[in-house]
């Protein structure tokens, strides 16, 4: 079956590093996202991996490994404005399908 | 360049009651999603256009939810009759085939509450 896994919350203090992981199963594989969501607003597009490793965009940095179905975002110099749900999803080759997992709340806090 | 729009972004009606919500995707895109968003959870695919063709209603509850895309541009999702279940955000994407992925843009929504 499809399942994506990540935790539920997180917290965190202004300035520190995060990480939150993202585990999946999915019948394909082609490519992984992460959205940020802030209370009430719509998800916004923060990164996109489809080969293995590294990819870096400032503060936000994210990692993919396919072999174990396994997926990073790391935020790092934490600001308050972090705070919101961060979405992993995933792209199925299947119908190319985008399949989101339920999000993971971070809370910055001073 | 404007992102994707949705109207209204509140609605409240009665159950039994029809309602319709409306979709205008980013200039050029031609795939565009309609997504149902629960409190606390990811949001989950009831129909994907590409231009005006559905390729992907499988989670569409067709009894009662309808969309079209007459011209490949914009869309309206409607439901009838609402159920108190159908209480959720109301979120439409859109995309252009060939960049990375498929990356999706969402409009900011549609919140329904059903009473």
């Known amino acids: 079956g499809q399942n994506i896994d990540q935790p539920t919350e997180m917290t965190a203090t202004e300035g520190a590093i995060v990480q939150i992981n993202c585990t999946y199963q999915t019948s394909g594989f082609n490519g992984l996202f992460w959205y940020q969501q802030h209370a009430g607003e719509a998800p916004t597009f923060l990164s996109y991996?489809?080969?293995?490793g590294l990819e870096e965009k400032g503060r936000f940095s994210s990692f993919l490994s396919r072999s174990k179905g396994y997926s990073y975002l790391l935020l790092k110099e934490l600001q308050m404005k972090d705070s919101a749900s961060y979405l992993c999803?995933?792209?199925?080759?299947?119908?190319?399908?985008?399949?989101f997992g339920a999000g993971t709340r971070l809370f910055v806090k001073a | 360049e404007a992102g994707v729009v949705q109207s209204p972004r509140y609605k409240i009606i009665e159950k039994k009651q029809p309602v319709a919500f409306w979709c205008n995707p980013i200039s050029g895109h031609n795939t565009l999603y309609w997504y149902l968003q629960n409190l606390g959870q990811g949001p989950e695919l009831l129909i994907r256009y590409e231009n005006e063709e559905a390729v992907d209603d499988s989670q569409l509850p067709k009894d009662r939810f309808s969309a079209e895309r007459l011209k490949g541009v914009d869309s309206t999702l409607k439901i009838q009759p609402a159920e108190l279940g159908d209480s959720a955000v109301y979120l439409c994407?859109?995309?252009?085939?060939?960049?990375?992925?498929?990356?999706?843009?969402f409009g900011p929504g549609t919140r329904l509450t059903v009473l």
């Open positions: 999803a995933v792209r199925d080759t299947g119908g190319f399908k985008t399949i």
């Open positions: 994407a859109s995309s252009f085939a060939g960049t990375s992925g498929d990356t999706q843009y």
């Open positions: 991996n489809v080969l293995d």
